[in-house]
Nanobody
Framework: QVQLMESGGGLVQPGGSLTLSCVAS????????MGWYRQVPGKEREMVAT???????NYADSVKGRFTISINNSEDTIYLQMNTLKPEDTAVYYC??????????????WGQGTQVTVSS
């Protein structure tokens, strides 16, 4: 079993910055895709940014040029650097991992979520 733990959310003023972290732990595994998604009440969860184990990145149009996703493979951790934050970025941010347990099967798992609030 693999678990995800997010950290780094909080309250920030418009134009400010935050960095989210997500660390994976548990059984040894190989990363296929890790990413950040966000959700506001009453709306579907949406992709923010994803990164493959080899470093290929993908971003939602709404965050391109403002957010940067990165990965530290040796620590099984991904980061989301969020700059020039806007009130519409307010959401619960979830970390997601799709991978394969070494010697085992494919899996997908979510973190518990971390609140990001952008407000003056």
């Amino acid at each position: 079993q693999v678990q995800l733990m997010e950290s780094g959310g909080g309250l920030v003023q418009p134009g400010g910055s935050l960095t989210l972290s997500c660390v994976a732990s548990g059984r040894p595994f190989e990363i296929a895709l890790m990413g950040w998604y966000r959700q506001v009440p009453g709306k579907e969860r949406e992709m923010v940014a994803t990164i493959t184990g080899t470093g290929r990145r993908n971003y939602a149009d709404s965050v391109k040029g403002r957010f940067t996703i990165s990965i530290n493979n040796s620590e099984d951790t991904i980061y989301l650097q969020m700059n020039t934050l806007k009130p519409e970025d307010t959401a619960v941010y979830y970390c997601n991992l799709v991978g394969r347990v070494l010697g085992g099967s494919d899996f997908g798992t979510w973190g518990q979520g971390t609140q990001v609030t952008v407000s003056s």
